[in-house]
């Protein structure tokens, strides 16, 4: 379950960044089915928001998007939010839908917003940039340090200023998501929190968490880090894909 030093730092609206294989969708599902689990146990744990929603902005990557698995997100409680087709088509069209706007008008709902997978993508953020206060949103940049375009801190730094730059949005917290599908272990982890780390200080930035493949890795294997940690379903894996 997501720790609560890692909510604390969570806005009400989470806009989640982060190059394509970064795990950035991965990471929007997971978060937001959490959230939902702590919104159901309001008794044990005090949340000021009754509602989780997704909104799913990445229109330009036609691969693992939040909407893929709406089926499982509605029934868990979590409103998605995107694409104006409900259902996936083999040509999509790059067309949102107008209600977008409920979850970000709507004070009692928590929304993560999965952006493009990159500046190019990110851009669609712009037409909402009214809703991103800075006392209600957070922007997040998740990394994998084992992603080509991101393997270096130099590029991971780049890649994190062209986001700023293309959506006049300040990134405040990092995610280390390093893995290798379900090839990932703790030393992967470990290696990407590090990497991680380095670039907060090229950046002034903060870590906002460490992320593991839940049922993959140990969380005890990971105690030396200094980071929160946060478990990762593989929500966004289709099994074909690991055959």
């Known amino acids: 379950m997501i720790d609560n030093q890692i909510l604390d730092k969570l806005g009400r609206k989470t806009i989640v960044t982060g190059h394509y294989g970064s795990g950035k969708t991965e990471f929007t599902v997971s978060l937001a089915m959490q959230l939902k689990r702590l919104a159901e146990q309001s008794e044990q744990v005090q949340t000021d928001y009754d509602n989780v929603a997704i909104i799913d902005l990445d ?25 104006v087709f409900k259902e996936e088509v083999t040509a999509e069209l790059p067309a949102l839908s107008a209600n977008i706007r409920a979850p970000l008008e709507s004070d009692s709902c928590r929304v993560i917003i999965d952006a493009g997978g990159n500046d190019t993508g990110a851009i669609v953020l712009n037409q909402f940039s009214k809703y991103f206060t800075d006392d209600e949103t957070t922007v997040l940049a998740v990394v994998n340090a084992n992603r080509p375009d991101t393997s270096d801190i130099d590029s991971a730094v780049e890649h994190i200023k062209a986001i700023e730059f293309i959506t006049g949005l300040t990134v405040s917290g990092i995610v280390n998501n390093t893995h290798l599908l379900r090839e990932t272990t703790a030393d992967d982890v470990i290696q990407g929190h590090a990497f991680c780390v380095r670039i907060c200080e090229a950046t002034g930035k903060s870590l906002l968490c460490d992320c593991y493949p839940d049922g993959i890795v140990d969380p005890n294997e990971l105690t030396e880090l200094s980071g929160n940690l946060m478990p990762l379903g593989l929500y966004m894996r289709p099994t074909w894909l690991d055959r």
């Open 59 to 83: 229109i330009i990557n036609p691969y693992f998007r939040s909407r893929e698995q709406r089926e499982m997100l509605e029934n868990a409680g979590v409103a998605v939010y995107g694409s």
